[in-house]
């Protein structure tokens, strides 16, 4: 079976959500949707959350009130009987007075990852309800009841398998029935380990197809979006970007998690590790080709860059680093302390620079790491990621890469940590300059 994920544009308006029902029911084989929201929708849900934080429900009222004229509009233009539209009518009725509830009640996060998780709960009940008046046989199964993280917020792919098995199963066809065509379901919003509803942070769709796609052994999980496939460059700054056509795992997982949108940072692992093929394509396109995601590797090639802003940049220099032992683990285990994770590290015989991204205990990490040497902190830098057959072996890429970047200030280099990745750690306002110096000399 295939997962096939539809993100927010590929669903955003009931004329793509009629183009997404023809692409999946179009092989006659069954498949397993995961929807996002329509979009707009998850930015006007934490818009509305942003509102109730402020103990401000007019604000927060007149959001509300303008997505229900939205969807209102949405209704009239996805069904054509007038039996769907009031079933649809009823189940929004239903679902913006949940909404409006939270205007009366004390707010906190709690409340706010319920509000964020009826974006993808209204557009699966409406594709459901549009594929069931097309006559396909389409089920709904709740991703709350089988999508779960655990105590430190991964998620649990033995649960998530055996309670996506048992759902699934609920659904088999009875003797001279038809079977299921249609399994959709919600991207993004899972339970916490304490039950509560909760999600895979922005962006995470693609994170539940790929849980999912792992937990059936699918045979492919596709990544339908707005664009054909993972560009070399990100579109979003550099002119004249074009496709990859394929890319390993971890080249792709690299990418992903150093910024190119187009895939959740770490949804590429689940896949990986279950051996199921990732491709991600073009709703606005379908016969494009998209790129493919797989264990082949091909030499000689560098395929792309990425980036991603946010970095923080820490410099610890000691001379009682020079020559000692010991020193480095003192300093590891202030982040460790301080649950932060590091991205990148360069280090010298009296000093280690690391980024971080996650800026919550800076200021404790900062004062604790003064006991140990002088510390500097660089704030608004962009790591650049640069990925593709970077074996010691594959002479001269490295340089090619550092002669693109002659004219700009760089504050760390990365490389060697693995054989596909070489990363600068930048000033943000040399963003565009960077990754288009980078396009010109490496493609
Ligand atoms: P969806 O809503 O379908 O999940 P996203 O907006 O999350 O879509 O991801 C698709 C977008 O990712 C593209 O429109 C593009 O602007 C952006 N993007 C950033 N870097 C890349 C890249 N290297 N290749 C393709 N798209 C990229
Ligand atoms: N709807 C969520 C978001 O906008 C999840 C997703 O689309 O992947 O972030
Ligand atoms: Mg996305």
Redesign the pocket.
Same mark, same amino acid.
């Given at each position: 079976m295939k997962v096939m994920?539809?993100?927010?544009?590929?669903v955003g308006t009931p004329q793509r959500m009629k183009e997404v029902a023809q692409l999946v029911t179009k092989s006659g084989e069954p498949v397993f949707v995961v929807l996002?929201a329509m979009?707009g929708t998850t930015n006007s849900l934490v818009e509305i959350s942003d509102y109730l934080y402020k103990k401000n429900p007019d604000g927060a009222n007149e959001v509300i009130n303008m997505l229900e004229r939205k969807y209102e509009r949405h209704v009239q233009e996805l069904y054509t009987s007038e039996e769907t539209q009031a079933q649809t009518r009823d189940f929004l009725r239903e679902e913006f007075s949940y909404l409006r509830s939270f205007t009366k009640e004390l707010f906190t996060s709690f409340e706010e990852k319920s509000i964020v998780a009826q974006g993808e709960i209204i557009s699966t009940n409406m594709f459901v309800n549009y594929m069931k008046e097309q006559g396909t046989k389409a089920v709904l199964l709740n991703a709350l009841d089988f999508m779960r993280t655990d105590k430190n917020a991964e998620p649990d792919p033995v649960y998530i398998k055996e309670k996506l098995a048992a759902a699934m199963q609920g659904h088999s066809p009875e003797q001279g029935e038809e079977p299921v065509q249609v399994f959709v379901t919600q991207g993004f919003i899972c339970r916490n380990a304490y039950g509560e509803i909760d999600n895979l942070q922005r962006?995470g769709?693609?994170y539940t197809a790929s849980l999912v796609g792992a937990a059936l052994n699918a045979e492919e999980i596709q990544?339908?979006?707005?664009?054909d496939?993972?560009?070399?460059?990100?579109?979003?700054v550099v002119e004249g970007?074009v496709?990859?056509r394929q890319l390993n795992f971890d080249e792709a997982a690299e990418?992903a998690y150093f910024? !190119?949108?187009?895939?959740?940072p770490t949804c590429i692992q689940p896949a990986k590790f279950a051996g199921v093929p990732v491709r991600?394509l073009n709703?606005m396109d379908p016969s494009a080709p998209g790129t493919i995601i797989n264990n082949d590797f091909i030499p000689g090639k560098i395929k !792309?860059?990425?980036a991603r802003d946010g970095n923080v940049c820490i410099q610890i220099t000691s001379s009682r680093m020079l020559l000692a032992y010991g020193f480095l683990r003192k300093v590891f285990e202030i982040f460790e302390q301080n649950k932060t994770s590091i991205d990148m590290i360069c280090t010298s015989e009296v000093g280690v620079s690391v980024t971080i991204d996650n800026t919550t205990r800076l200021e404790e990490i900062i004062s604790e790491l003064k006991k140990y040497g002088t510390v500097q902190v660089d704030n608004d830098m962009t790591i650049i990621c640069v990925v593709g057959d970077l074996r010691q072996n594959n002479l001269g890429f490295e340089t090619l890469a550092c002669e693109a970047l002659k004219n700009i200030p760089v504050r760390m280099i990365s490389y060697g940590g693995s054989s596909h990745n070489i990363s600068f750690l930048i000033h943000k306002e040399d963003k565009q300059a960077t990754l288009q110096a980078l396009s010109k000399v490496l493609f």
């Open positions: 994920k539809f993100g927010g544009t590929s996002s979009s962006g769709s693609d990544i339908w979006t707005d664009i496939g993972m560009h070399n460059n990100d579109p979003r970007t496709p990859v990418l910024g !190119a949108k187009i895939l959740h991600l709703t !792309a860059v990425a």
